[in-house]
């Protein structure tokens, strides 16, 4: 008698692709069965399962965890003693099918986070001027996000800057569907940056219409999924990625990084003021470098204090909307240990004092369900 019984070779078929049905593609988060990336399933009367699988692209970079997540799966149908998983690549015609299937059939792509019906949050971090910490608030912001069981996804629009995915560990390029793109992942962030499309560390020169297709591409092109929150590390100023973030999302809101010190205070007022013209709303102030915190306990103030405080205020009444400060984050070496490590401190030490005003910042940004309450909906009142 075969290991398999009375159990017929067509059941024990069916069984198998039940179990795969449960198995997601680790970069578009549903089923492969769904995807039409099983392409057969064949059991030995001796309990052998011969599981064929298409990869979307040759050279997919999750073909290894695919294998494994496919293994795993069909060792749990009672009667299956080996699986043996041969993988094979889309055709043209079939990425096209997938496409659509996540896409629709628009040629045109369009950008989710613009569309009336979007719930997901989308906050730009924006500085008046550089050196003020802000992708490493952004990475550690997006690190804690995701800790709670947020989808959260990345775009680093620093183009001249872009330094996300060395602080998120993210190693990996970009994968090429048809015409989308998936994003790699890391600490449960997906991301996306221009530093994953130039070869070792070439400078990007581009003009304005250049820079604003770039970020366009990365939020149309790219397949972020459902995503509860979408970060945007902006570069410093008030120049033309800010001016067609607002143009392409205008429901996202701002989050103003700047330092204790007074003149860093000014600038940061005119990056935060750029949302009168555009009609964004500020989600509030974030200062960065506030002290370091001593053997004994003293804090040493090291760029001044007051900043943060300062923006807020001075924000407050330039829109005649309230501004929060929204934390003040101490000065840590760890905190840029670990951005080099690629790992934030928010997951590597979330007990520090820099990780934990963090963790708090992340929690007040998240405190609000998904939903349109308290977003701006771009319109101004006319007065009769």
């Known amino acids: 008698m075969s290991v398999m019984g009375n159990t017929s070779t067509e059941t024990m078929?069916?069984?198998?692709?039940?179990?795969?049905?449960?198995v997601e593609d680790p970069e578009i988060h549903r089923p492969i069965t769904d995807l039409g990336m099983v392409k057969s399933v064949a059991v030995s009367p001796g309990g052998v399962a011969a599981v064929g699988v298409y990869l979307t692209v040759a050279g997919c970079p999750m073909r290894e965890t695919i294998t494994s997540r496919v293994t795993n799966a069909v060792m749990e149908v009672p009667g299956v003693r080996e699986v043996l998983v041969e993988l094979d690549v889309m055709s043209d015609e079939q990425r096209t099918a997938m496409r659509k299937s996540l896409r629709g059939d628009s040629e045109e792509p369009v950008i989710p986070f613009a569309q009336p019906g979007s719930l997901t949050r989308v906050y730009c971090i924006a500085s008046g001027k550089g050196g003020v910490g802000k992708s490493s608030v952004t990475v550690n912001l997006a690190a804690a996000m995701a800790a709670k069981g947020l989808k959260v996804g990345v775009v680093d629009a620093d183009i001249y800057g872009h330094s996300v995915p060395r602080m998120l560990g993210a190693g990996t390029r970009p994968t090429k569907v048809d015409n989308m793109i998936m994003p790699p992942q890391a600490h449960g962030v997906k991301v996306i940056s221009i530093g994953m499309f130039v070869q070792d560390n070439t400078p990007v020169v581009w003009r304005g219409p250049m820079l604003h297709r770039a970020l366009q591409q990365f939020l149309a092109d790219v397949f972020w999924g459902d995503l509860d929150v979408l970060l945007l590390d902006l570069p410093p100023g008030t120049g033309d990625i800010a001016i067609s973030t607002a143009q392409l999302i205008p429901g996202a809101e701002l989050i103003v990084v700047t330092t204790p010190q007074q003149a860093a205070a000014e600038v940061a007022e005119r990056a935060g003021s750029i949302a009168q013209q555009t009609r964004q709303r500020i989600a509030g102030v974030v200062e960065n470098m506030s002290w370091m915190e001593m053997p004994d306990g003293s804090r040493n103030e090291i760029f001044g204090s007051g900043g943060g405080r300062t923006v807020a205020d001075s924000l407050t009444k330039i829109l005649g909307a309230p501004v929060k400060l929204l934390g003040q984050i101490p000065l840590e070496t760890r905190l840029r240990e670990c951005g080099d490590s690629g790992t934030p401190i928010v997951r590597a030490q979330p007990e520090s004092p820099a990780a934990q005003a963090l963790q708090g910042i992340a929690d007040a940004?998240?405190?609000?369900?998904?939903?349109?309450?308290?977003?701006?909906?771009?319109?101004?009142?006319?007065?009769?």
Do not use: C, D, W, Y
């Open 13 to 22: 078929e069916q069984a198998v692709r039940a179990a795969l049905a449960k």
């Open 365 to 384: 940004l998240t405190v609000r369900s998904r939903g349109l309450a308290g977003m701006s909906l771009n319109i101004s009142p006319v007065r009769k």
